[in-house]
């Protein structure tokens, strides 16, 4: 089975263990990626955390 290739709005597995969801895509490898707004962590996440490189990604978990 051929792997996906990730784009906006899909939800992925990072190599961290953290699942998010890609919003925007800056470029050809970065996204600006939903951490989630539950808890405080994930807050402060969704607004401090660097784009989210392809090189971060670990596979594709839904796409909508």
């Given amino acids: 089975m ?3 290739i990730p784009q906006e709005y ?3 597995l990072l190599k ?6 890609l919003m925007d895509q800056l470029d050809e490898t970065h996204f ?4 989630g707004t ?3 962590e994930e ?3 969704f607004w401090e955390a ?8 670990e596979k594709v978990i839904s796409r909508p």
């Avoid at 600006?32 to 951490?35: G, H, K, V």
Wanted: zero cysteines; charged letters at 40%.
């Fill in 2 to 4: 051929k792997e996906k």
């Fill in 32 to 35: 600006w990626a939903d951490y």
């Fill in 10 to 12: 899909d939800n992925v």
């Fill in 50 to 57: 660097p784009p989210v490189s392809m090189d971060d990604i």
């Fill in 16 to 21: 961290n263990g953290k699942i998010v969801t």
């Fill in 43 to 45: 807050e402060r996440l």
């Fill in 38 to 40: 539950e808890t405080e």
